[in-house]
């Protein structure tokens, strides 16, 4: 009896032309050639609209979708997506130089984060966004920049909620948490908040990361949405805007399948009728990264040396860990696992060979595929890592070995 080894899901958004990767209907070696160097990302703006468009077609139609900056803050990706979604939510004042740069109004941008500092909260006043505040010293602060400045500020607060988003790959809710105010503390934050007089915008719960499974998703914003009803009764004005979170996860790994979005859609939809009975003049909003640009890109990676170490073959290239952390298995990894990859100027090849993908870098753990059958690649063939349009070039140590940085473009 055979046992077939988990598998990757299939990566068929990217098409074949001879032995090439098509990327944005451009053969890959021509890619790199007007590129002029390797390595790269690349991300491609249809897959970005078809992504948008398939998830409206599975959610509630009232129901808004928000870009996490922080997945991809690369200004041409995010000024595509501005004509997509309905909103941003970004992590620090520099990723609100780059939202405020394309067509998105300041009423649809948040900014959330544990620490932000007195002059990036200044900033976020003075740009008319909505400040999700975490604690009570930031509240604080922020009214008493409000008041040194005349600006209203909008503020919206950040829960951390009691329960948590089950079967996530970062937890960020449920428990001690370094993020929002305890749910317990709410009706002491919301009476402050009508004292200060501040422009009271309703809530954020966001309680994790990179989730497979519909069932957990649909419960933590069943929760989410019971939660947000339960504390309306002390909230200083009407909840305008409820962000419920995100967590739609992407498959990375052996094994993985696809989140199903429409038993998302349907429980949220549902959902979403119960609480707007109560709430009827609530927007609600999901805030995504990953889930919205992940799939759309690719690092390429070019075949430097081709050697065998007592009888293991050894691809080396000239990208690795610096440029892409988590493909290396070291951003939030437990065991090592290997992204999908696969050679992308010989991708009908039918002899496969196990080889091992690593960077140039004088360290053990810069590693791209960890003995991966696949079509027999040599040097000057391209390598590519599929699912790395998120937490790729911007989360990784760029300065580690001072390596020549990667291009990153949008096609
Ligand atoms: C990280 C983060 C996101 C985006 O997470 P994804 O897994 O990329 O969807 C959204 N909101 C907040 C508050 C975050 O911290």
């Known amino acids: 009896m055979s046992i077939t080894p988990p598998q990757h899901a299939d990566m068929a958004d990217f098409p074949v032309q001879g032995n090439d990767l098509l990327v944005g209907g451009i053969p890959l070696p021509q890619l790199a050639q007007r590129v002029g160097s390797t390595p790269f990302y690349v991300y491609d703006r249809r897959l970005l609209s078809q992504r948008v468009a398939e998830l409206r077609h599975a959610m509630p139609p009232d129901l808004k979708i928000h870009y996490a900056l922080k997945a991809n803050p690369m200004p041409a990706v995010v000024q595509h997506l501005a004509t997509l979604v309905d909103g941003f939510d970004l992590a620090s004042a520099g990723e609100m130089k780059v939202a405020l740069d394309t067509v998105m109004s300041p009423v649809h941008i948040s900014m959330a984060g544990p620490g932000k500092r007195p002059a990036e909260l200044l900033q976020a006043?003075?740009?008319?966004?909505?400040?999700?505040?975490?604690?009570?010293?930031?509240?604080?602060?922020?009214?008493q920049l409000s008041a040194q400045t005349g600006l209203k500020a909008r503020v919206a607060v950040r829960i951390n909620p009691a329960f948590e988003l089950k079967a996530s790959g970062m937890k960020m809710g449920g428990g001690a948490k370094p993020f929002g105010i305890d749910e317990e503390r709410l009706p002491d934050a919301l009476q402050r908040i009508k004292a200060l007089d501040l422009a009271f915008q309703g809530f954020h719960i966001y309680s994790g990361s990179q989730n497979l499974k519909a069932e957990s998703i649909i419960e933590a914003q069943q929760q989410s949405l019971d939660l947000a009803l339960r504390l309306a009764a002390y909230c200083p004005s009407p909840i305008r805007t409820l962000n419920i979170g995100g967590g739609y996860g992407i498959p990375y790994f052996p094994g993985e399948s696809r989140l199903d979005t429409r038993q998302v859609g349907t429980a949220l939809g549902a959902a979403m009728a119960r609480f707007k009975a109560e709430q009827p003049d609530t927007e609600i909003v999901i805030e995504l990264g990953r889930y919205l640009v992940g799939e759309a890109g690719l690092y390429v990676a070019k075949v430097l040396d081709k050697k065998i170490s007592r009888g293991q073959v050894f691809l080396v290239v000239d990208g690795g860990l610096h440029h892409?952390?988590?493909?290396?298995?070291?951003?939030?990894?437990?065991?090592?696992?290997n992204y999908p990859v696969a050679i992308g100027t010989n991708m009908r090849g039918t002899a496969l060979e196990t080889v091992s993908i690593v960077g140039p870098l004088c360290t053990p753990l810069d590693i791209l595929a960890d003995k991966m059958a696949l079509p027999i690649a040599d040097i000057g063939d391209l390598v590519v890592v599929y699912q790395s349009g998120a937490y790729g070039y911007t989360a990784s140590p760029g300065l580690f070995l001072s390596q020549p940085k990667a291009e990153e473009l949008l096609v």
Do not use: C, D, M, Y
């Open 125 to 143: 006043l003075a740009a008319g966004i909505t400040v999700n505040v975490e604690s009570f010293h930031e509240l604080e602060t922020l009214a």
């Open 324 to 337: 892409h952390l988590a493909a290396s298995g070291n951003f939030g990894q437990v065991i090592r696992k």
